[in-house]
């Protein structure tokens, strides 16, 4: 590794100073918000849920009609849930679950009565208890061992363990297609089951859905499309697969050699944490600051006056009651009259811009120290002799001390990118009403775009970050040499970086979908032994989400590898521009790898 010095000092000044106006932000929200509008959420008439003297002081729990609403990218920048149904104060959440009818009996009314709007009926939907959120955080617990199970073989029988994932992989989606077509014969001759989806609309109940022939058709059909991909992509690249396992191996052989990189995931993500919980309680006691206000919300969301302020007072009388049937005037968000009120959302907007920077900031320091430690097992002649002392620690120091600026730079670039999509997206969000048919394919278009764009920075910049790691050059001169390196190895690049990166997805697949399906079963009541003590699946999205962060959780282990071999692929392709096996020049590249590489690069490109 080069000597260096201090990179990007400018961006790095200028990240210091926006640090500091981030910290005095948070001050100010925190000096001007009221604790009672963070300790206490607020319904939809602006009362406190809670709180002690008033009418809602046994009612500490805020009960959405439909949560899910709030799903959307415009919470990011107001904080506002864009749901059109009442929020009401409650005593504790739902622990029942009824159709219509059923909730209509004299018995079952006078508890669901409790959790409907005024003056309307409406059957209860449950809320997820305690036994779910558990057993969501087991399951992601279980894809941590898994994934920590699993680098660690690999750093013994990687060979055997990929072709074990291989095949496990079109094993498992194989009978997934079987069960499938299995569980569509079956409903084929139930009557009722032929119902499309579309003529149910969306359902909180997955045995809804479960209990159709067509959903299955559709999971039957994507499996099968899913399945075949797979085949394809082994039988055309079933050479390079070779080679990319050796490849894996020596990635292998430095992580068993610096094992504290298997541990740094866990840095990156206290970092990450720090930063959402500083953006969310800035943003929390940003909201809250003044008083009340309220928001026009109609059912359909088609009305003219929708998200226009209002007075609960009088809404009843006033012309948008008459102009839109069915609109309430119900609680949005906090505000005021004052320079510090007016400016909230600019506040808002520089407390997510602020956030974005300093989440990529911690992913580029992430990717850079692991690609400096990587860095020093490659580059040492006589492994593992060569390799220096606390390689990790002494690429985290190189890193702060040398290319906070770089590493700054990077991820304002990213940062910036991102702040737009989300930005398109809100803008979006508040267009979906609109007719004009040129506005939205524009901004369709613009998304798209910039969704590209993102995509392709994040290659760049961590290819960026490992040259930096290597050589201590700025980021826009790492960025460049960077880019140049792999268009010259463009072939290397396509054939093989990538096919190792499809092999530790097909890993990270195998993990998360084993314990998706693991949730699957456990939820449907599918594994006998634990029938009695299961909860009541109500809800479509619980095993989604133990497989969506089965997957995350899998990916945070998985990018070590990948960020291994990305490095070491990246130090290959630079060894061979700079040295050609003499004594004088000789390969730092171990001669088995090295005679690997250079065969697969002779036979003929598939």
């Given at each position: 590794l080069y000597p260096r010095s201090c990179t990007d000092v400018a961006c790095c000044f200028i990240f210091i100073i926006v640090i500091i106006g981030y910290i005095a932000l948070g001050t100010i929200a925190w000096s001007f918000g009221d604790p009672?509008?963070?300790?206490?959420?607020?319904?939809?008439?602006?009362?406190?849920?809670?709180?002690?003297?008033?009418?809602?002081?046994?009612?500490?729990?805020?009960?959405y009609f439909n949560i899910l609403k709030c799903a959307n990218p415009a919470v990011l920048i107001n904080l506002q849930?864009?749901?059109?149904?009442?929020?009401?104060?409650?005593?504790?959440?739902?622990?029942?679950?009824?159709r219509f009818l059923d909730s209509q009996s004299s018995t079952n009314w006078e508890y669901y009565k409790q959790f409907c709007k005024p003056n309307f009926v409406l059957g209860s939907k449950?809320?997820?208890?305690?036994?779910?959120?558990?057993?969501?955080?087991?399951?992601?617990?279980?894809?941590?061992?898994?994934?920590?199970?699993?680098?660690?073989?690999?750093?013994?029988?990687?060979?055997?363990?990929?072709?074990?994932?291989?095949?496990?992989?079109?094993?498992?989606?194989?009978?997934?297609?079987?069960?499938?077509?299995?569980?569509?014969?079956?409903?084929?001759?139930?009557?009722?089951?032929?119902?499309?989806?579309?003529?149910?609309?969306?359902?909180?109940?997955?045995?809804?859905?479960?209990?159709?022939?067509?959903?299955?058709?559709?999971?039957?059909?994507?499996?099968?499309?899913?399945?075949?991909?797979?085949?394809?992509?082994?039988?055309?690249?079933?050479?390079?697969?070779?080679?990319?396992?050796?490849?894996?191996?020596e990635g292998s052989r430095a992580i068993g050699n610096i094992m504290s990189t298997l541990f740094y995931p866990l840095v990156?993500?206290?970092?990450?944490?720090?930063?959402?919980?500083?953006?969310?309680?800035?943003?929390?006691?940003?909201?809250?600051?003044?008083?009340?206000?309220?928001?026009?919300?109609?059912?359909?969301?088609?009305?003219?006056?929708?998200?226009?302020?209002?007075?609960?007072?009088?809404?009843?009388?006033?012309?948008?009651?008459k102009a839109c049937p069915g609109s309430q005037c119900n609680f949005a968000f906090y505000g005021g009259e004052s320079l510090y009120h007016k400016n909230i959302l600019?506040?808002?907007?520089?407390?997510?811009?602020?956030?974005?920077?300093?989440?990529?900031?911690?992913?580029?320091?992430?990717?850079?120290?692991?690609?400096?430690?990587?860095?020093?097992?490659?580059?040492?002649?006589?492994?593992?002799?060569?390799?220096?002392?606390?390689?990790?620690?002494?690429?985290?120091?190189?890193?702060?001390?040398f290319h906070t600026g770089s590493l700054a730079f990077g991820s304002l670039i990213l940062g910036s990118v991102q702040f737009i999509r989300i930005i398109l997206e809100y803008l979006d969000h508040n267009l979906k009403g609109a007719q004009n048919n040129v506005a939205q394919f524009l901004l369709k278009c613009l998304k798209c775009c910039f969704w590209?764009?993102?995509?392709?920075?994040?290659?760049?910049?961590?290819?960026?970050?490992?040259?930096?790691?290597?050589?201590?050059?700025?980021?826009?001169?790492?960025?460049?040499?960077?880019?140049?390196?792999?268009?010259r190895n463009i072939l290397r690049v396509a054939v093989l970086d990538k096919v190792t990166d499809f092999l530790l997805f097909l890993g990270k697949l195998l993990i998360s979908g084993g314990v998706g399906a693991l949730a699957f079963f456990f939820f449907t009541h599918k594994i006998p032994?634990?029938?009695?003590?299961?909860?009541?699946?109500?809800?479509?999205?619980?095993?989604?989400?133990?497989?969506?962060?089965?997957?995350?959780?899998?990916?945070?282990?998985?990018?070590?590898?990948?960020?291994?071999?990305?490095?070491l692929f990246l130090c290959f392709c630079e060894d061979l521009e700079r040295n050609d096996g003499s004594s004088s020049r000789p390969y730092f590249i171990s001669p088995n790898l090295h005679q690997i590489l250079r065969k697969g690069e002779d036979e003929p490109k598939l």
């Open positions: 009672r509008k963070v300790v206490y959420p607020t319904d939809s008439r602006g009362q406190f849920c809670g709180q002690k003297g008033t009418s809602n002081s046994n009612k500490a729990v805020l009960f849930c864009p749901t059109t149904q009442v929020q009401l104060c409650v005593s504790k959440c739902p622990d029942k679950f009824a449950v809320r997820m208890n305690i036994v779910l959120l558990c057993t969501q955080m087991f399951g992601l617990v279980i894809t941590m061992v898994l994934s920590l199970l699993f680098i660690l073989l690999l750093r013994y029988i990687a060979g055997v363990l990929l072709w074990l994932i291989i095949f496990g992989v079109v094993g498992a989606i194989g009978y997934g297609i079987w069960h499938c077509f299995w569980e569509y014969s079956t409903l084929g001759m139930k009557p009722g089951s032929n119902i499309t989806i579309s003529d149910i609309g969306f359902q909180p109940d997955l045995a809804v859905y479960l209990n159709l022939s067509q959903t299955w058709l559709i999971f039957m059909c994507f499996l099968a499309v899913i399945e075949g991909i797979i085949v394809i992509v082994l039988i055309f690249l079933r050479k390079r697969i070779c080679i990319a396992i050796s490849l894996l191996k990156t993500f206290l970092l990450v944490t720090i930063c959402i919980a500083y953006w969310a309680v800035t943003a929390v006691f940003l909201a809250s600051s003044g008083d009340a206000i309220y928001k026009v919300t109609s059912p359909d969301g088609k009305c003219i006056y929708d998200n226009s302020t209002c007075n609960p007072t009088n809404f009843s009388q006033s012309n948008i009651s600019v506040f808002q907007i520089c407390n997510l811009f602020a956030f974005l920077w300093l989440v990529n900031f911690s992913i580029a320091l992430g990717q850079c120290t692991l690609a400096g430690a990587f860095a020093s097992y490659y580059w040492a002649l006589k492994k593992p002799d060569d390799i220096p002392p606390c390689p990790l620690f002494s690429s985290f120091s190189r890193a702060i001390r590209c764009l993102e995509r392709f920075i994040k290659f760049l910049n961590r290819n960026a970050y490992i040259m930096i790691a290597i050589y201590g050059k700025n980021f826009y001169t790492s960025a460049r040499e960077a880019f140049f390196l792999l268009m032994i634990l029938q009695e003590h299961l909860p009541v699946l109500n809800y479509i999205w619980v095993p989604l989400t133990v497989t969506f962060g089965s997957y995350i959780v899998a990916q945070g282990f998985f990018n070590v590898y990948s960020m291994c071999v990305d490095t």
